[in-house]
């Protein structure tokens, strides 16, 4: 995909595809007379007569990083599975770790789909995330769905949601409890579907809510081979517990969010459909009220 845009024209003309459909619109008075200038990449206005880009207003404009750096940038981001660090970024792209820093902030950002929601059966669990795997007997989870407490200040609480084949949303809870659980899940679950949790004091009182609230409180074993369970979500726990190892007392929940976002956005999201919906969430995003 990336390969198609070596070139800021080639950049230019996807954009304004995007965004005007091939026919410009002209950002100060909303007129399409104008004159294209394909030498500068720009367009004159007949009404208001200013000159304008596709990039007026854009996240785009606020950055002297070149077009086909931020388009390189999110080929990168996409084709990383499980992510990548902005060190790892800023080798690739060539660029400072600041600037590295800033476009996956930015990159993430336009992952984020605050609209989403979730119906038919739901799995739902939490985890905590932070510190290296040797130190994961601090937070090991028991039978009954409740934590051992020693040890787990630095730790941050995470909460997944996932269709049975279908989508996710993974949060950073304040605390994993049910004051914080129970108004995001009525929010993002539709009321006529299937929740699947463990015993977990945090899921109590749902049932009232939801067309059926199933308990799982049985064994391990049991619980995987339940045709209701909540394994799916265990494979993004470990994921997301590996990309945060080591950073035991400085996880930042703004930073683990924004990375929740990216895993649930690649996950939600068809690769072809991908760059477009990024691309088009970039030109919408108003980058001066973040
Ligand atoms: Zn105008």
């Not at 040797?134 to 937070?139: D, L, V």
């Amino acid at each position: 995909m990336v390969e198609k845009f070596k070139t800021k024209k080639k950049c230019i003309e996807y954009l304004e595809k995007q965004r005007w459909s091939d026919n410009p619109i002209c950002p100060y008075c909303n007129s399409t007379k104008n004159t294209s200038k394909p030498k500068e990449f720009r367009h004159t206005c007949h009404q208001c007569g200013k000159s304008f880009s596709v990039l007026v207003g854009t996240i785009f404009e606020s950055t002297k990083l070149p077009l086909t750096k931020w388009f390189v940038a999110i080929g990168l981001i996409l084709n990383a599975k499980k992510g990548i660090s902005s060190l790892q970024l800023s080798r690739d792209l060539n660029v400072n770790k600041n600037t590295a820093w800033y476009l996956q902030k930015r990159i993430r950002q336009a992952m984020q789909d605050n609209s989403l929601t979730l119906k038919g059966i739901v799995e739902i669990d939490e985890t905590y995330v932070g510190g290296s795997l040797s130190n994961k007997h601090y937070y090991k989870k028991l039978e009954s769905g409740k934590y051992h407490k020693t040890g787990m200040e630095h730790k941050v609480p995470v909460l997944g949601m996932i269709e049975r084949e279908g989508k996710i949303i993974l949060k950073v809870l304040e605390k994993a409890s049910a004051k914080d659980i129970r108004p995001f899940v009525k929010l993002k679950i539709e009321p006529n579907s299937t929740i699947v949790t463990d015993g977990f004091g945090g899921y109590t009182g749902l049932k009232d809510h939801f067309d059926n609230h199933v308990v799982l409180n049985h064994s391990q074993y049991e619980r995987k081979n339940n045709q209701f369970n909540t394994c799916t979500l265990e494979g993004f726990w470990t994921l997301i517990k590996r990309a945060f190892i080591g950073q035991y007392h400085k996880i930042s929940r703004i930073h683990m969010q924004s990375y929740l976002n990216e895993l649930a956005f690649k996950h939600n999201n068809k690769y072809l459909n991908m760059f477009n919906l990024l691309i088009n969430n970039l030109l919408h995003v108003n980058y001066a009220t973040i």
